[in-house]
Every structure is written in C-alpha cells, then in structure tokens.
C-alpha cells in the first residue's frame, strides 16, 4: 500500500484507492503488472525528469536499462540494455500492383483531361516542373501534344485520330478545356473574355 500512495499520490489514493477491498487491490496491481497506459502529446509530452520519476517509483534504473543474462553462458552481458516495446511497420509496395499503362480511358467531366490514378484506368500526371524540363530540351512539338490532344484539346483529339487514319504525320492542336473553364471561372467573377481573331 505504501508503494501504491507513493504512485498515485496522497489525492489519489485517498479518492480512489484506499477504500478498494482486497480482491480489488489484487486485481489493480494486476493491471498495474501488465503496464500503465499512457497518452502524451506529439511534441509536447513527458520529459526526461518525468519519465525518470516513474521509473524510480516503478523501482526501476532511471536509464530504463537493465543487465541481461546470455542464455547459452549464464554469464550477464558487459552492457546493459534497453528492454521494451517498439513497433516496427513494413511499407508494402510491389512492382505488380504499381505497373500501370493506358491507351485511351475515361476523361473529367469538367477539365475533360484523363483522371488520376490506376484505380480509375487513368493517364500520369504531367505536371508543372515536368513542362519545364521538356522546355529545356526545346521539345516543343512533345509539350504541344501533352497539354493538347493528349490531354483535353476535344476536337484536337479527333483530328489525331484522322490524321492516323489517313496515315498522315501531322494534326492542328485547337484549344485545351482547361482554357475555357478559365474563361467560365473569369465570368463567374464579372470578367468577360473574348478571342480576338484578328492579325496585327
């Protein structure tokens, strides 16, 4: 009992502990046996002085080590060692269920571009830092195909088609959706756009 108060305290053990009746303290240093549950915050939990009170009323070293005995010898190890808990998690990611590939697919709605992802059969992502490096390679063909009829350039797309029919090596790209959804969202906010078609 007096290990009990020094644990929880005078408060506590007068509020909670010093009315249990026998089975009830046996089944309390039973739970207390198998370990405390604890909850701390990320970054601001227990500190070292903390960590050291408990285990000094654990009636354990404050370094959390203890001397292990090798099985084979009986003989105890040079050094202590840290005996506890740790979990360990496996990252799972396999080639197989990473390979995907597409042809033609479903496209959004509203940007009309591929979806995402290979749960949706969906194209890779070709993004702001990847035009750049096509810019520096000058491959502006290639950048011109991406952003347009490999993406969401509508009619463009179907003018590729034709043009495969027809064995023929090149197409005219048209206008992405992606402009004219910039178009409606600058509407939405009182700003009209119009293409002027006129040459200088």
């Not at 309390?28 to 909850?39: F, M, S, T, V």
């Not at 090596?169 to 700003?191: Q, R």
């Given at each position: 009992?007096?290990?009990?108060?020094?644990?929880?305290?005078?408060?506590?053990?007068?509020?909670?502990?010093?009315?249990?009746?026998?089975?009830?303290?046996?089944?309390?240093?039973?739970?207390?046996?198998?370990?405390?549950?604890?909850?701390?915050?990320?970054f601001?939990?227990?500190?070292?002085?903390?960590?050291?009170?408990?285990?000094t009323?654990?009636?354990?070293?404050?370094?959390?080590?203890?001397?292990?005995?090798?099985?084979?010898?009986?003989?105890?190890?040079?050094?202590?060692?840290?005996?506890?808990?740790?979990?360990?998690?496996?990252?799972?990611?396999?080639?197989?269920?990473?390979?995907?590939?597409?042809?033609?697919?479903?496209?959004?709605?509203?940007?009309?571009?591929?979806?995402?992802?290979k749960?949706?059969?969906?194209?890779?992502?070709?993004?702001?830092?990847?035009?750049?490096?096509?810019?520096?390679?000058?491959?502006?063909?290639?950048?011109?195909?991406?952003?347009?009829?490999?993406?969401?350039?509508?009619?463009?797309?179907?003018?590729?088609?034709?043009?495969?029919?027809?064995?023929?090596?090149?197409?005219?790209?048209?206008?992405?959706?992606?402009?004219?959804?910039?178009?409606?969202?600058?509407?939405?906010?009182?700003?009209?756009?119009?293409?002027?078609?006129?040459?200088?």
């Amino acid at each position: 009992l007096a290990r009990l108060r020094d644990v929880y305290g005078e408060e506590v053990y007068g509020q909670q502990i010093a009315h249990l009746n026998t089975d009830q303290l046996v089944e309390l240093c039973e739970n207390l046996r198998k370990g405390i549950p604890i909850a701390t915050p990320v970054f601001d939990g227990a500190r070292m002085s903390d960590i050291e009170g408990m285990l000094t009323r654990a009636g354990l070293d404050t370094s959390g080590q203890m001397i292990l005995t090798d099985g084979r010898t009986g003989e105890p190890f040079e050094r202590k060692v840290t005996v506890g808990y740790i979990y360990m998690l496996k990252l799972h990611h396999l080639v197989d269920d990473k390979i995907h590939a597409r042809s033609i697919g479903p496209y959004s709605l509203v940007t009309q571009q591929p979806l995402g992802g290979k749960a949706q059969f969906g194209g890779q992502r070709f993004g702001e830092m990847e035009v750049w490096a096509l810019e520096a390679y000058g491959s502006a063909y290639t950048l011109q195909e991406m952003l347009t009829v490999k993406s969401d350039d509508v009619s463009g797309r179907t003018k590729v088609y034709e043009a495969i029919v027809r064995e023929q090596d090149s197409f005219e790209a048209g206008i992405p959706e992606s402009f004219n959804v910039l178009v409606k969202e600058l509407k939405s906010l009182g700003l009209n756009v119009d293409l002027d078609n006129r040459t200088a």
